[in-house]
């Protein structure tokens, strides 16, 4: 450890972090994780000063003033501090990474995660992730679509996947003894409720819910979250008749989210990988899946897609083809009905994720490939 400290300086290129999401968190955990095995010393983070904004034809983008300030403190950075590596936290700022290899002799690694990086690139990302070092991915699934979509070579690659907040580790006793000793059992979906995202899955839910409730009448499903799709799905709900057992929670805080977690006996997002539309969609990863497992929840997920990676059927819950509403109603009711086997399932999963996805064991999966 020591002589890894002794040798090693880091700056790590990272998108915009004024905005909360699971780009930020990934980027954070990075940091710590670097400060763990360099020391605090070791590590320096350059961040784009700013958000997108919303241009006139609806996307979004960097304000050019933005971008040059960005510009101006990497190169600063690189040459004032003479890191020996780069670590960019997204595609997107892969050409100032490749500029300060250029300028500086700096080797660099890109961090990939999901959508990002499925579909077209402009030639400047593309020729900069082509030149890096090391492609580091936080599922094997994602690595190989990139591979495959943008013709690389394999070259050093790191499956480097997320993992709890830094201190966070599962309870021993997530709340299933609640969700047992109560008179509904309850069903639960986390995730952004946006027409843009409708791939999550819960149309699919709402269509299977109806074939739920016929076999579990008792079950009640809350989604959290919320979004400009929320409005459609409430009317959705009412029109097949089963709005009195859905809740549609909003956004919640924290605190509130480890109760729904602990009230569920079952998590849910069927959420659908589609790659060959213009605009890929698909979770890169999951990271709900992993909190519901951490309380002790069995889940069902997508049997095609980045979460199959890491999810075993039949033993940490069940997969799905999630465009099959009738196979979603007989996983979510073959968990209902059976409570012991959910249970064990679930503590299969939070042991699962004990073990695996630790910030532990992220330091040690960052800390390995530092040295080699």
Not at 209 to 222: H, Q
Not at 270 to 289: H, K, M, N, Q, S
Not at 294 to 317: L, N, T, Y
């Amino acid at each position: 450890m020591e002589s890894l400290k002794a040798k090693r300086k880091v700056l790590v290129l990272a998108p915009s972090l004024k905005s909360l999401g699971g780009i930020q968190n990934y980027i954070s955990t990075l940091v710590d994780g670097l400060q763990v095995g360099l020391g605090s010393g070791g590590v320096r983070i350059v961040a784009v000063p700013g958000d997108p904004e919303v241009q006139v034809d609806g996307g979004l983008a960097l304000r050019s003033s933005v971008k040059v300030r960005f510009l101006f403190s990497a190169i600063t950075a690189a040459i004032s501090w003479s890191p020996d590596l780069v670590i960019c936290a997204h595609v997107g700022l892969a050409p100032v990474a490749r500029l300060i290899e250029q300028l500086k002799g700096v080797p660099y690694w890109v961090i990939l995660y999901g959508i990002e990086v499925w579909g077209d690139l402009p030639k400047s990302k593309r020729d900069a992730l082509a030149a890096a070092q090391r492609y580091v991915a936080i599922t094997h699934f994602t690595l190989d679509v990139t591979i495959a979509r943008h013709r690389l070579e394999r070259r050093h690659e790191l499956i480097l996947p997320p993992t709890l907040p830094k201190g966070q580790a599962p309870s021993p006793e997530a709340g299933y003894v609640k969700s047992e000793g109560s008179s509904r059992p309850m069903v639960l979906t986390v995730g952004r409720i946006a027409a843009s995202e409708r791939y999550k899955g819960h149309d699919i839910m709402l269509e299977a819910w109806p074939d739920v409730l016929r076999r579990v009448p008792e079950a009640v499903y809350w989604i959290v979250g919320d979004g400009d799709d929320r409005r459609r799905l409430e009317s959705r709900a009412r029109e097949l008749g089963i709005g009195d057992s859905v809740h549609f929670a909003g956004s919640v805080s924290h605190e509130e989210l480890d109760v729904c977690y602990d009230r569920c006996c079952v998590f849910a997002m069927p959420a659908r990988t589609e790659l060959d539309t213009g605009v890929p969609r698909g979770e890169g990863f999951g990271i709900v899946f992993l909190e519901a497992m951490a309380h002790g929840k069995p889940v069902v997920g997508p049997r095609v897609g980045a979460p199959a990676e890491f999810i075993r059927s039949g033993e940490h819950g069940l997969l799905v083809d999630p465009t099959d509403s009738r196979e979603v109603a007989e996983a979510l009711i073959e968990l209902l009905e059976d409570p012991a086997r959910a249970r064990r399932m679930g503590d299969a999963g939070r042991e699962w994720v004990t073990h695996e996805f630790s910030f532990d064991r992220f330091c040690k999966r960052l800390r390995d490939a530092l040295q080699g």
